[in-house]
């Protein structure tokens, strides 16, 4: 179930996992500030039956798995944006086209425990809109990420 306000969820984060939840509004800036090198490794990038596009990756800082990201693109999203989207590979979903783009508009963090390869983790997720095309961000924070530093 996801939420507006982590207090909904009735059990709390650690203090450096809440840290990661409602703090940085670019998750990319904020990691390349506790790692020499960011990287991206695409999990899976496939067009659905409906010609929308899911893409899963994982932010590693310094090589380590930090985050688990799913971007949930609408179809004509996808077809607005194909090239961009067909391009991406290993590179960062917000800075290739999101926080670049003046008509983009990010609404409010919500959040939620998830299931992810049979464990308990802690995510945010938001929805974008470009110019009225739409797109949805989760990222899930793993065990060994560090501690977020303002």
């Known amino acids: 179930m996801w939420c507006e306000n982590i207090a909904q969820l009735q059990i709390s984060p650690d203090n450096h996992i809440y840290d990661w939840l409602t703090k940085p509004y670019i998750l990319s800036q904020a990691l390349r500030k506790v790692c020499v090198h960011l990287s991206v490794k695409v999990l899976t990038q496939k067009l659905q039956t409906d010609n929308s596009l899911i ?3 994982y932010l590693l800082g310094d090589g380590i798995p930090w985050v688990f990201a799913e971007t949930l693109v609408a179809a004509d999203t996808y077809q607005q944006y194909k090239d ?3 391009k991406l590979n290993n590179n960062l979903i917000g ?3 999101l926080y670049g783009n003046p008509n983009t508009k990010r609404y409010a963090f919500e959040y939620a425990l ?3 390869n049979n464990s308990r983790l802690w995510a945010r997720k938001s ?3 470009i110019c009225n095309y739409k797109l949805t961000i989760t990222e899930a924070f793993l065990p060994d990420i560090p501690r977020y530093l303002p």
């Open 114 to 116: 998830i299931e992810h």
């Open 55 to 57: 893409r899963q990756v």
């Open 127 to 129: 929805d974008f809109n």
């Open 95 to 97: 800075e290739t086209l």
């Open 84 to 86: 961009i989207f067909d």
